[in-house]
Nanobody, 119 residues
Framework: QVHLVESGGGLVQAGGSLRLSCAASERTFSPFRMGWFRQAPGKEREFVAMIRWWSGDSTYAESVKGRFTISRDNVKNTVDLQMNSLKPEDTAVYYC????????????WGQGTQVTVSS
């Protein structure tokens, strides 16, 4: 079983930046899709960004395009989310997730890290 741990959350003013990181117990994510999701109070969990580990190809939710960047570090075996130009509506708990090859669901989830953006 893959164990995921997020870090880097915190409090920031609107227009500021934060960088989130996701580390896993397994040494390699080569066959995996890795993703970031978020959930605000009273709202459903939503997709933020996804990256194919083997190719580095990424996909973003329209709401974060041009502001957020997902990346992977082959040496550290981490997946990062660089968040720029943050808005109050970005406030949420951010979760890291992993999907095995051919899986129909996201198999593994971290416990989340809080991101709060003030006006």
């Amino acid at each position: 079983q893959v164990h995921l741990v997020e870090s880097g959350g915190g409090l920031v003013q609107a227009g500021g930046s934060l960088r989130l990181s996701c580390a896993a117990s397994e040494r390699t994510f080569s066959p995996f899709r890795m993703g970031w999701f978020r959930q605000a109070p009273g709202k459903e969990r939503e997709f933020v960004a996804m990256i194919r580990w083997w190719s580095g190809d990424s996909t973003y939710a329209e709401s974060v395009k041009g502001r957020f960047t997902i990346s992977r570090d082959n040496v550290k075996n981490t997946v990062d989310l660089q968040m720029n130009s943050l808005k109050p509506e970005d406030t949420a708990v951010y979760y890291c997730a992993a999907q095995r090859p051919g899986a129909t669901r996201w198999d593994f989830w971290g416990q989340g890290t809080q991101v709060t953006v003030s006006s």
